[in-house]
């Protein structure tokens, strides 16, 4: 049987959710799959609007994941473009969108999941809005460096990851796991994504980084 580990990937139109102070970002590229157990939580804003103004007049580093490190080009960032060219409501969605790093749930999907997530990381409350953030605490070095396409910093550190390949035997029954890097994506396998689709929770999506078929 072939086994597919997924990141989270932003909806075109999806909602998103947003810090009301911007010094938030780094906070939540910090988590590193510790507990937190001194949580003071953020107020949140969900996004409703598509704005062209705000999106391209602002350094937000929730852009993407290279972002943070690279700070991009408005030419790539122009990818994005035919979700910001118009002002209109985005669609609702049971996971707003903030980043593959740090998932943000409200109440359906939480009520859902909430029997799997526990089992790897913790539900934290925001303020602002009735939605939680998933903070993943189960940290495995499951990363084939050798066969993974990865640049790194000049001092070792992972700065991305091009292509993707997994030790299938250190994920083992694993459903969420974390890399042990700085703002390390949430990883999920075939079962934690099949779950969601059978709850029926609306405006979510999953891209398919790897699958064991392909070794």
């Known amino acids: 049987m072939t086994f597919t580990v ?4 932003v909806v075109p139109g999806q909602e998103w959710i947003l810090p009301a102070d911007e010094g938030h970002f780094e906070m939540f590229f910090a988590m ?10 953020p107020v949140m804003k969900v996004n409703r609007e598509i704005n062209h103004e705000e999106r391209f007049g602002s350094d937000f580093p929730w852009l993407d994941e290279h972002v943070p490190f ?9 990818k994005y473009g ?3 060219l118009s002002r209109e409501e985005r669609f609702y969605s049971d996971f707003p969108w903030l980043g593959e790093h740090v998932p943000f749930l409200r109440k359906p999907a939480v009520e859902a999941l909430r029997h799997i997530l526990l089992q790897y990381g913790q539900l934290l409350p925001v303020r602002g809005e009735e939605v939680w953030l998933f903070n993943a605490t189960n940290v495995l070095d499951a990363l084939d460096h050798e066969r993974s396409r990865i640049v790194y910093f000049d001092d070792g550190n992972i700065l991305a990851i091009e292509r993707h390949v997994f030790d299938r035997g250190r994920i ?4 969420i796991f974390k890399l042990p890097m700085r703002a390390s994506p949430v990883f999920v396998t075939d079962s934690f994504v099949e779950q969601v689709q059978s709850a029926g929770l609306r405006g979510v999506s999953f891209k398919a980084l790897w699958n064991s078929a392909d070794l």
Request: no cysteine; aromatic share 10%; net charge negative.
């Open 172 to 175: 083992g029954t694993a459903e």
């Open 70 to 78: 690279l700070r991009k080009p408005a030419t790539i960032l122009l």
């Open 6 to 9: 997924y990141t989270f990937e």
């Open 32 to 41: 590193d799959g510790k507990v937190i157990s001194d949580w003071d939580p």
């Open 82 to 84: 035919q979700l910001l």
